[in-house]
C-alpha cells in the first residue's frame, strides 16, 4: 500500500515543481486476505502528529493553510481504507455495502442501488460467459454499432440530398421569374452552376 500510495504522488510531481502542489491520494485496498486482527471490514487510516510531552495535535498554521488550500494536516498527507472482503457477513444495507457484497460473493442482486453497480452485473454477467459467447456477443455488438452507424450515415446524406433538392427547387422558381441565375443562386444559397445544367 505504502509503494503504491507512494508511486502515485512520485508520478504526479512533474520535475521542478513545489511541494505544496503534491497531489492528495486516497488509497482503497480490497483485501481478499487477513491483515492484522480486527473485527470491522472496512478500517481508516490517516496521519496525525502528536506531541511526544504535551500531546497536543499539530496544525497547520494560517499562512500555510492558505497555501495548501486545506485546513487539518491529515488533509495533505494520503488516507487509506482497507476493506477486509472476509470480514464481511451482513446484509447490504448502504451503497458500500453492496460493493462489498458483490467483491466477496460475485453477484448483484436487482434491488442494489449503489452508483454504477447494476451496469457493474451486466459487465459482470458478460466476463463470466464461456469465451466463445463473449465472442460472439462482441460481434454482434459490433453489428449493432455498424447499422447504427448506416442509418446515420445514410438518414443524414439523405436529409442533406433533400435540403439541396429543395433550394434547387426555389432557385428555378425564382430564374422563372425572370431573376437571374446569379440572384436566385445567391438567395437559394447554391452555386449558380447548378441551375445552368
Same mark, same amino acid.
Given at each position: 500500500m505504502?509503494?503504491g500510495?507512494?508511486?502515485?504522488?512520485?508520478?504526479?510531481?512533474?520535475?521542478? +515543481?513545489?511541494?505544496?502542489?503534491?497531489v492528495?491520494?486516497i /488509497?482503497?485496498?480490497?483485501l481478499?486476505?487477513d491483515?492484522?486482527?480486527g473485527t470491522?471490514? #472496512?478500517?481508516?487510516?490517516?496521519?496525525?502528529?502528536?506531541?511526544?510531552?504535551?500531546?497536543?495535535? =499539530?496544525a =497547520?498554521? #494560517?499562512?500555510?493553510q492558505k497555501?495548501?488550500g486545506? /485546513? !487539518?494536516i491529515?488533509h495533505?498527507? !494520503? +488516507?487509506?481504507? =482497507?476493506?477486509?472482503?472476509?470480514?464481511?457477513?451482513?446484509?447490504?444495507?448502504? /451503497?458500500?455495502?453492496e460493493?462489498?457484497?458483490?467483491?466477496k460473493?460475485e453477484e448483484i442482486?436487482?434491488?442494489?442501488?449503489?452508483?454504477?453497480i447494476?451496469?457493474?452485473?451486466?459487465?459482470? /454477467?458478460?466476463?463470466?460467459? !464461456?469465451e466463445?459467447?463473449?465472442?460472439?456477443?462482441?460481434?454482434y455488438?459490433?453489428d449493432?454499432?455498424?447499422?447504427?452507424?448506416?442509418i +446515420?450515415?445514410n438518414y443524414? %446524406?439523405?436529409?442533406?440530398?433533400?435540403?439541396?433538392?429543395?433550394?434547387?427547387e426555389?432557385?428555378k422558381? %425564382?430564374?422563372e421569374?425572370?431573376?437571374s441565375?446569379?440572384?436566385?443562386?445567391?438567395?437559394?444559397g447554391?452555386?449558380a452552376?447548378?441551375?445552368?445544367?
Open positions: 505504502l509503494y500510495t507512494s508511486r502515485v504522488i512520485t508520478e504526479h510531481q512533474n520535475e521542478g +515543481e513545489a511541494y505544496a502542489t503534491l492528495k491520494v /488509497s482503497v485496498n480490497i481478499f486476505f491483515l492484522g486482527h470491522d471490514y #472496512i478500517y481508516h487510516g490517516t496521519t496525525t502528529f502528536k506531541g511526544v510531552h504535551d500531546h497536543d495535535k =499539530l =497547520l498554521n #494560517i499562512r500555510q497555501q495548501f486545506k /485546513s !487539518p491529515n495533505i498527507y !494520503p +488516507e487509506y481504507y =482497507l476493506i477486509r472482503i472476509n470480514n464481511f457477513n451482513r446484509v447490504a444495507t448502504t /451503497s458500500l455495502d460493493w462489498i457484497y458483490f467483491l460473493n442482486k436487482d434491488e442494489f442501488k449503489a452508483k454504477g447494476q451496469k457493474a452485473k451486466q459487465s459482470f /454477467s458478460l466476463m463470466s460467459m !464461456p466463445e459467447e463473449q465472442l460472439a456477443y462482441a460481434r455488438q459490433d449493432l454499432r455498424y447499422e447504427a452507424s448506416l +446515420e450515415s443524414g %446524406l439523405g436529409r442533406m440530398e433533400g435540403k439541396e433538392e429543395g433550394k434547387l426555389v432557385a422558381r %425564382l430564374v421569374t425572370e431573376m441565375a446569379e440572384e436566385a443562386a445567391a438567395i437559394a447554391i452555386d452552376e447548378l441551375l445552368r445544367h
